[in-house]
Structures are given as C-alpha cells and as structure tokens.
C-alpha cells in the first residue's frame, strides 16, 4: 500500500470512527456495567478496527461492522475478567446483542431527541448534566464548587430531569418501546 493511499485510508478510518464512536461506545455500554470498562473496550475495538480496516467494505455501513468487532472485543474482555462477579454467560450475551439491535431506531430516537432537548435548557444547565452524569460528579463536589447546598443541587438536578423527560416524550411520545422489552 503506497504511503499516499495509506494517509486517504487513515483519514477516513479516523472519520467514520470519530462519527461513530459514541454510538459504538453506548453498544458497548450495553454489555458491561462500568464505564472504566468500556472505555478500555472501545479503545481495543478502534486498535483492532485498525487493524482490519482494509478489509472493511466501504460500500456497506460502518456502524454494524464495527459492532461485530466490539461484540468479540466483549467476549474476549469477558474471558479475560472471568474472575469478576458480575459476567453475563455467553447466552446472556447474545441475547443482549439482539435486543439491543432491535431496540436500535428507539434508542437513536431518545438519543436525538435528548440532544434536541439539551439544547433547550440552556448552556448551563447542560454544563451541570455533563459534569454531574457525563464526568461522574459528586452533586457535593458540584455543590461545594458554586457555594451551594447540595440539597439545593438536587432540587435542580430534578427540574432539569424533568425537563428533559417531558421534552423528550413531546418529541417522540413514551419510551413504551424500551420498557416493553421480555
């Protein structure tokens, strides 16, 4: 491969994982319960797409290809912390994997809506969400850094949810077809 194709094939790998990865991240998310974990996921999914990355076809979405990728990348993550206490069995797994494929076009929509909604709140407030959900914040921690209480945080913490859920559900009505999941 001449080092010039070899830059055209580098930038657009790194496009498509850039417009994708927080999709392949909330996948991902999907089959471990800790964000440390599937952070560390991601980033053996993104090396090992790398690595295959000329035998993607381009004429096919990147998204699934990449999550094929990340489903192995979780078995192997699985194997590797079999001694952990919460591990899905393989069935589990797959079972997972369908339903949340299935659940794909509704989780998109609350994601887009959510984004839209976010918006509507203002910078602040989306400020607050991101570090308090985004970054894992402490509402005392947050609290203590404005001077307030952190029952005064929670109050708004609350509002803001609300907010956002009604919004939401204006958006693309109830999440009937999440909470309905077998």
Same mark, same amino acid.
């Given at each position: 491969?001449?080092?010039?194709?070899?830059?055209?094939?580098?930038?657009?790998?790194?496009?498509?994982?850039?417009?994708?990865?927080?999709? @392949?991240?909330?996948?991902?998310?999907?089959?471990? &319960? !800790?964000?440390?974990?599937? #952070?560390?996921? +991601?980033?053996?999914? $993104?090396?090992?797409?790398?690595?295959?990355?000329?035998?993607?076809?381009s004429t096919r979405a990147f998204l699934p290809w990449a999550q094929g990728?990340?489903?192995?990348?979780? @078995?192997?993550?699985?194997?590797?912390?079999?001694? &952990? !206490?919460?591990?899905?069995? #393989?069935?589990? +797994?797959?079972?997972? $994997?369908?339903?949340?494929?299935?659940?794909?076009?509704?989780?998109?929509?609350?994601?887009?809506?959510?984004?839209?909604?976010?918006?509507?709140?203002?910078?602040?407030?989306?400020?607050?969400?991101?570090?308090?959900?985004?970054?894992s914040g402490t509402v005392a921690s947050l609290a203590a850094e404005r001077?307030?209480?952190?029952?005064?945080?929670?109050?708004?913490?609350?509002?803001?949810?609300?907010?956002?859920?009604?919004c939401i559900e204006r958006r693309i009505g109830t999440f009937d077809a999440?909470?309905?999941?077998?």
């Amino acid at each position: 491969m001449s080092s010039r194709r070899c830059v055209n094939a580098g930038d657009e790998f790194t496009g498509l994982l850039a417009q994708n990865d927080r999709a @392949l991240f909330r996948y991902i998310l999907t089959f471990v &319960s !800790r964000h440390g974990d599937a #952070e560390e996921i +991601l980033q053996r999914v $993104a090396t090992v797409l790398w690595q295959k990355f000329s035998q993607y076809d381009s004429t096919r979405a990147f998204l699934p290809w990449a999550q094929g990728v990340a489903y192995l990348e979780i @078995l192997k993550f699985k194997s590797e912390m079999a001694r &952990s !206490r919460l591990i899905f069995s #393989e069935q589990v +797994l797959e079972l997972l $994997a369908d339903t949340r494929e299935s659940l794909s076009p509704a989780l998109e929509a609350q994601m887009e809506a959510l984004h839209e909604c976010l918006g509507k709140v203002g910078p602040e407030a989306t400020e607050l969400l991101k570090r308090r959900y985004g970054d894992s914040g402490t509402v005392a921690s947050l609290a203590a850094e404005r001077g307030k209480t952190a029952k005064t945080f929670y109050r708004r913490l609350d509002r803001l949810r609300d907010l956002i859920a009604d919004c939401i559900e204006r958006r693309i009505g109830t999440f009937d077809a999440v909470s309905t999941v077998d």
